[in-house]
């Protein structure tokens, strides 16, 4: 099939090559090819970039339209809902200030400022004049604008976090979504219209008000309300920091960066952690019965640097702990479960040898001596080399593994001789009011980084792992969260300052002909919201981001 004057050629995934008008938008092509089902499109993969649907095709061109399905469909999607949370609250509200918080319960949860406290019957009505404005499908228009009328623009609307981050950018002009009259800029791209947005609910929360939404996890429908008391209260512990440093957004961290008084932020939130950490070393120790230690967290949360810091704070009270390496408990290869494609599955619970595992635990607790195995990766079986030890009351057992807050890992072991504690990355910091910073993103930068430094893996590599690290942590951890008796947010504030002179070029080397440009695309945009810092002789050795960029002066034992 030839392109002829004026015409384009394009090749569209599960349709097939056909010849197009040039400049012919995605939402357009799409009326061409599935009339019927058009509006549950969010968005398209143009030469793996994704690009919203108003977007005009202008060269030979590889499509493949993207609904909730797809990440980045359900990226879209959210946003969307949000913008058209924060029209409604606006609608109904005159001066409300709303803000977009973190993820919590399944959804995200939210604030409404500048009004008299959200009662049951306030998330009603917002609730309704949604379900309106989808109802009448209004368009969401990008327009691309000066900086200079972005920020009249945001001004009149009352927005001084998003003129703030404006006026530290480089670029002279800046793309809006208009709305209704109503004005917003996101981290990534909206949908075309409101009517595109079919389910969602909202909760009250607190002083909040949570938005549900349909989950991939939940087959694509949304989950019945669970609440996390225990995690709401660590993201307001973390509220507290950020008002302790007074860092909330982006551009607070980039102005004490570019006036060079960041240092006094990185000696604040280091002194945080310790704090939180001798604090809970002093909680364990309060309590003689509590002498197995159990840490568990996602990918990147920092586990082994934490580990290795409460092992200072429970020594400096008098304890002398120990670590045992769950991963030396692992059945051997041919043994190991098998996941949904027939692969090895080392990270079910199924892959520990949970009898062997409680059986020297509770001799341990008995005071006699055991014999612990050693687990050879190369051969597949677990081997015992003579390793042996004993312990008494005042040798804590610290075990660190994804599986540390499940239950059934230490069945056995009664429970008011255990501790156990969740680890995470819970950002303190928000790009704007209603842009947040989503865990799972510095999470990804930190082990990016780390990968590069320690394991040999390229940015490509760990993009190519995440989604099934993903996976394990949904199944594997994120259901325990509630089981901890106490939780430590890793994050730092002024980390990604720091990552982005690792992370930017290891992300640039990724060109569009790799499956994940449209990701690494995203990382960027994202990691240049923050101005570099360069001061890492500041940064203390014993910090977490060490385990990350390298300089620890903590090590495995």
């Not at 809902?81 to 709303?98: E, Y």
Request: hydrophobic residues 35%.
């Amino acid at each position: 099939m030839k392109s002829v004057k004026n015409k384009i050629k394009i090749k569209v995934d599960c349709f097939g090559e056909l010849v197009v008008d040039n400049k012919s938008t995605l939402k357009e092509i799409l009326m061409i090819i599935d009339k019927e089902r058009y509006n549950k499109f969010l968005g398209a993969l143009v030469n793996n970039e994704v690009k919203y649907l108003d977007y005009a095709i202008n060269e030979e061109s590889n499509i493949r339209f993207i609904d909730i399905t797809h990440k980045d469909g359900m990226r879209i999607y959210v946003r969307t809902l949000s913008f058209i949370f924060i029209k409604a609250c606006k609608d109904l509200f005159d001066d409300c200030k709303v803000t977009i918080e973190h993820s919590l319960s399944k959804g995200l949860y939210t604030e409404i400022h500048n009004i008299d406290a959200i009662n049951p019957k306030d998330v009603e009505k917002i609730k309704d004049r949604m379900k309106t404005i989808v109802e009448l499908d209004m368009p969401i228009e990008r327009i691309l604008i000066s900086k200079d009328e972005a920020v009249e623009i945001f001004e009149k609307q009352g927005m001084q976090h998003k003129i703030k981050l404006l006026q530290q950018r480089e670029k002279e002009t800046k793309h809006v979504y208009l709305l209704d009259g109503f004005y917003d800029t996101f981290y990534g791209y909206l949908a075309a219209s409101t009517g595109q947005i079919k389910e969602f609910n909202l909760v009250h929360y607190n002083s909040g008000i949570i938005i549900q939404y349909p989950r991939k996890d939940y087959n694509f429908k949304i989950p019945e309300f669970e609440e996390q008391s225990k995690l709401a209260k660590i993201f307001k512990e973390t509220e507290e920091w950020g008002d302790i440093l007074d860092i909330g957004y982006v551009y607070s961290l980039n102005e004490r960066i570019m006036n060079n008084s960041f240092n006094e932020i990185i000696r604040i939130s280091e002194a945080l952690h310790e704090k939180k950490i001798a604090y809970i070393a002093d909680t364990i120790c309060e309590d003689d019965e509590k002498r197995v230690i159990l840490i568990a967290g996602p990918s990147s949360s920092g586990k082994t640097t934490f580990a290795q810091r409460l092992s200072i704070q429970l020594k400096v009270n008098g304890k002398k702990p120990i670590s045992i390496s769950l991963d030396d408990y692992f059945v051997n290869r041919e043994d190991t479960p098998l996941d949904e494609n027939g692969e090895y599955d080392f990270e079910s619970i199924d892959a520990i040898d949970i009898k062997s595992f409680n059986r020297d635990l509770i001799k341990l607790l008995q005071g006699e001596e055991v014999e612990i195995p050693t687990f050879n990766f190369i051969t597949g079986q677990r081997e015992y080399t003579g390793k042996k030890i004993k312990v008494d009351k005042n040798h804590p057992i610290i075990i660190e593994g994804i599986h540390g807050l499940n239950e059934k890992l230490t069945a056995s072991i009664p429970h008011q001789n255990k501790f156990k504690i969740y680890i995470s990355a819970l950002t303190q910091l928000n790009i704007d009011g209603h842009n947040r910073i989503h865990t799972t993103d510095t999470r990804l930068i930190r082990r990016m980084v780390r990968d590069m430094n320690f394991r040999g893996n390229d940015a490509n590599r760990t993009l190519e792992m995440w989604d099934s690290v993903r996976r394990g942590e949904e199944r594997n951890i994120f259901p325990f969260q509630e089981e901890a008796d106490v939780m430590f947010n890793s994050a730092l504030v002024y980390e990604l300052a720091v990552l982005r002179k690792y992370a930017e070029p290891l992300l640039m080397k990724i060109d569009d002909s790799n499956k994940f440009y449209s990701e690494s695309k995203r990382l960027l945009k994202f990691i240049r919201y923050f101005k570099s810092m360069d001061c890492e002789d500041s940064i203390p050795c014993t910090s977490i981001i060490r385990e990350f960029i390298g300089g620890s002066c903590l090590k495995e034992e």
